[in-house]
């Protein structure tokens, strides 16, 4: 059974862009070769409505209470799972404090507005009360895509005011990420070549520089098509 590399993203505010960049780096890790799970937590089932309109088999998406999360990580491990995302509903509650007790890595996302950033202290205090804390970082999205200036000193502002560590790189406020979900796809499969991807991209290298497992996962894939 494979020890997969768990991801979880969290937070308070609904509509902050968590299932899009749940889907995006599902898609992202499957794009390396990797088997790739999303666990969507969320009861609006939006990830697994979105793979009902999908017709690749990689990523596999499973809707779960969160009471069945240990139980639904380990049958995909089984199956040979090696990235898995949980996706969670948007608030603050067990399940996400659960979700984050199995991460490798938690990312949240936010948009830059104060009702979104008024929520991180409490985001903060459920980090806190998981039963172990995993590299945790806020990630922007819906950032104007001509704002390139603007959204690092926002970045910077974040960090230094809420002493929460930001990822250097954000998604922009673009169609694609909802037009290419309207057809169970991500902007890496529909337009391979568009800002969007390269924001995923950026933003999935980010997450494997975090995570010696992950760094680990493709390093045996390496060896393994070396082989071949």
Not at 27 to 46: H, K, M, T
Not at 86 to 112: S, W
Request: net charge neutral.
């Amino acid at each position: 059974m494979s020890d997969p590399f768990v991801l979880a993203i969290v937070g308070q505010k609904g509509g902050a862009g968590k299932t899009t960049l749940a889907i995006s780096l599902a898609v992202a890790a499957a794009a390396e070769g990797l088997i790739s799970v999303i666990i969507d937590l969320d009861p609006q089932a939006n990830a697994a409505n979105w793979k009902d309109r999908r017709t690749a088999s990689n990523p596999a998406v499973v809707a779960a209470p969160p009471s069945r999360l240990r139980q639904t990580i380990e049958a995909a491990a089984e199956h040979g799972a090696e990235f898995v995302v949980i996706d969670n509903p948007g608030k603050a509650d067990t399940g996400a404090i659960t979700a984050t007790g199995y991460a490798d890595l938690v990312l949240v996302p936010v948009e830059p507005q104060m009702f979104h950033l008024e929520t991180l202290p409490g985001v903060q205090g459920f980090l806190q009360a998981a039963t172990k804390t995993p590299p945790a970082f806020l990630i922007l999205n819906g950032v104007h895509p001509s704002a390139t200036v603007q959204a690092q000193t926002a970045k910077d502002m974040i960090e230094k005011a809420y002493a929460f560590p930001v990822c250097p790189h954000h998604m922009s406020r673009l169609d694609v990420y909802a037009t290419s979900s309207d057809s169970g796809t991500s902007p890496l499969e529909t337009h391979p070549d568009s800002r969007a991807a390269s924001e995923i991209r950026q933003i999935y290298k980010f997450i494997c520089a975090q995570s010696y497992k992950l760094e680990s996962i493709h390093a045996r894939h390496e060896r393994i098509a070396k082989r071949a």
